[in-house]
C-alpha cells in the first residue's frame, strides 16, 4: 500500500465550475480530500452532486476549474488522474451468468499489473470469500455492491468514488457495506468519496461532510467531532441520578430536563465545576455527554428543509 508521505490532499476540486446552456449546474466548488478518509457529499435534489461525480470521473467535461487526483489533473491528463481512482456510478454491473471470480479475472486482463494474489487479497476484504465462486445471478443486491466495489478497487486506486451505493439494500446489506467501506479507508488507505441521501447512514459512515446546494458549497464539516468544546458554550447532558432534584441545585445556570437527564449550556472548563458541584451535593453522576444535532437536523438547518435525493 503507497501512502502519502507529502501530507497533500489526494483529491482537489478546485474552482470547479459546469455550465450548460445558460445554467450554472455547478458553481466554483473547492474542496480537499485526505487520505484514508471516508467523504459524505450530500445535498437537496438538484444540488449538482451527481453532476460533480460524473466531472470526477471524466464522463462530462468541466466549464471551468478542475480536479487533481494524486497531482494529476482530469482536464488536461485524464489517462494519468483516472489511474488512481476506482468508482460506481449507479449500479455494477457484471456477467451474471459468470461467477464472482471470473467477472474480476475478466476486468483483470483490462488492466495491467493486476495479479491472481490480488484478486485473493480483495475478495477477502470484502468478505466474498465463501460465495465468489458461485454464478453471480445468485448473489443478493449487496453481493453485488460488494463485487462492484471489488473490482473496482482492484488497481488499488487513491479514489474509490460510490454514487449511492446504499440504493436497493436492506438494512443488513447498508450495515456490512458501511462496514467494509470504513475497513478500506482504513486497511488500504484508500479516500471514499459517497454520495447518499440516507443521511442517517451518512453520519455512522463517514468522517467528513460536505453539504453543497444550488451548485455552492454551503458546509464543510467533521462529523466526528464529539470532545466538550474548551469555551464555546453547548448543551450538555448529564445523567444523574434524582435528576429533578439536581436541576433545583444548578440554580442561576442555564438547564433543564430533558428525557429523563439533566441538561446544561456549558463550555469545558463549567462542565467540571457541574460536576463537582453535584457530587459534592450528594448525587451520583453516572455520564457526561454532548448534546451533538444530528447531520439530519444540520442539513435541514443549512438547506431550509429542501428535500435530499
Same mark, same amino acid.
Given at each position: 500500500?503507497?501512502?502519502?508521505?507529502?501530507?497533500?490532499?489526494?483529491?482537489?476540486?478546485?474552482?470547479?465550475?459546469?455550465?450548460?446552456?445558460?445554467?450554472?449546474?455547478?458553481?466554483?466548488?473547492?474542496?480537499?480530500?485526505?487520505?484514508?478518509?471516508?467523504?459524505?457529499?450530500?445535498?437537496?435534489?438538484?444540488?449538482?452532486?451527481?453532476?460533480?461525480?460524473?466531472?470526477?470521473?471524466?464522463?462530462?467535461?468541466?466549464?471551468?476549474?478542475?480536479?487533481?487526483?494524486?497531482?494529476? %489533473?482530469?482536464?488536461?491528463?485524464?489517462?494519468?488522474?483516472?489511474?488512481?481512482?476506482?468508482?460506481?456510478?449507479?449500479?455494477?454491473?457484471?456477467?451474471?451468468?459468470?461467477?464472482?471470480?471470473?467477472?474480476?479475472?475478466?476486468?483483470?486482463?483490462?488492466?495491467?499489473?493486476?495479479?491472481?494474489?490480488?484478486?485473493?487479497?480483495?475478495?477477502?476484504?470484502?468478505?466474498?470469500?465463501?460465495?465468489?465462486?458461485?454464478?453471480?445471478?445468485?448473489?443478493?443486491?449487496?453481493?453485488?455492491?460488494?463485487?462492484?466495489?471489488?473490482?473496482?478497487?482492484?488497481?488499488?486506486? %487513491?479514489?474509490?468514488?460510490?454514487?449511492?451505493?446504499?440504493?436497493?439494500?436492506?438494512?443488513?446489506?447498508?450495515?456490512?457495506?458501511?462496514?467494509?467501506?470504513?475497513?478500506?479507508?482504513?486497511?488500504?488507505?484508500?479516500?471514499?468519496?459517497?454520495?447518499?441521501?440516507?443521511?442517517?447512514?451518512?453520519?455512522?459512515?463517514?468522517?467528513?461532510?460536505?453539504?453543497?446546494?444550488?451548485?455552492?458549497?454551503?458546509?464543510?464539516? %467533521?462529523?466526528?467531532?464529539?470532545?466538550?468544546?474548551?469555551?464555546?458554550?453547548?448543551?450538555?447532558?448529564?445523567?444523574?441520578?434524582?435528576?429533578?432534584?439536581?436541576?433545583?441545585?444548578?440554580?442561576?445556570?442555564?438547564?433543564?430536563?430533558?428525557?429523563?437527564?439533566?441538561?446544561?449550556?456549558?463550555?469545558?472548563?463549567?462542565?467540571?465545576?457541574?460536576?463537582?458541584?453535584?457530587?459534592?451535593?450528594?448525587?451520583?453522576?453516572?455520564?457526561?455527554?454532548?448534546?451533538?444535532? %444530528?447531520?439530519?437536523?444540520?442539513?435541514?438547518?443549512?438547506?431550509?428543509?429542501?428535500?435530499?435525493?
Amino acid at each position: 500500500m503507497e501512502f502519502n508521505e507529502t501530507g497533500k490532499p489526494v483529491v482537489q476540486l478546485k474552482n470547479v465550475t459546469k455550465i450548460i446552456g445558460k445554467r450554472k449546474i455547478i458553481d466554483g466548488l473547492s474542496v480537499d480530500l485526505q487520505e484514508a478518509e471516508v467523504f459524505g457529499f450530500i445535498g437537496p435534489n438538484g444540488a449538482g452532486k451527481t453532476t460533480t461525480i460524473r466531472m470526477m470521473v471524466g464522463l462530462i467535461s468541466i466549464t471551468d476549474g478542475d480536479v487533481i487526483i494524486r497531482g494529476q %489533473s482530469i482536464r488536461h491528463d485524464f489517462e494519468k488522474a483516472i489511474r488512481h481512482v476506482g468508482a460506481i456510478v449507479e449500479n455494477p454491473e457484471m456477467y451474471k451468468y459468470l461467477t464472482g471470480y471470473q467477472n474480476l479475472l475478466h476486468y483483470s486482463r483490462m488492466v495491467p499489473g493486476i495479479t491472481r494474489q490480488r484478486i485473493d487479497e480483495v475478495v477477502e476484504l470484502i468478505g466474498l470469500k465463501a460465495r465468489i465462486h458461485d454464478k453471480v445471478k445468485t448473489y443478493s443486491l449487496g453481493m453485488r455492491q460488494r463485487l462492484g466495489i471489488a473490482q473496482a478497487i482492484l488497481h488499488k486506486p %487513491s479514489l474509490l468514488i460510490l454514487d449511492e451505493p446504499t440504493n436497493g439494500l436492506d438494512p443488513q446489506g447498508i450495515r456490512e457495506l458501511r462496514d467494509y467501506l470504513r475497513k478500506l479507508a482504513k486497511d488500504e488507505g484508500i479516500t471514499v468519496f459517497v454520495s447518499s441521501h440516507l443521511l442517517s447512514e451518512m453520519e455512522l459512515m463517514c468522517d467528513r461532510v460536505v453539504i453543497i446546494q444550488n451548485g455552492q458549497l454551503i458546509d464543510n464539516r %467533521s462529523i466526528r467531532q464529539t470532545a466538550i468544546p474548551d469555551t464555546e458554550a453547548q448543551r450538555v447532558l448529564f445523567e444523574v441520578d434524582r435528576a429533578e432534584e439536581a436541576l433545583e441545585v444548578l440554580q442561576g445556570q442555564t438547564a433543564g430536563l430533558y428525557q429523563g437527564l439533566l441538561w446544561v449550556n456549558a463550555d469545558r472548563e463549567e462542565v467540571a465545576a457541574i460536576n463537582a458541584r453535584l457530587i459534592t451535593a450528594g448525587f451520583k453522576v453516572y455520564a457526561i455527554r454532548v448534546q451533538n444535532k %444530528s447531520l439530519e437536523d444540520q442539513f435541514l438547518e443549512m438547506t431550509g428543509g429542501e428535500r435530499i435525493v
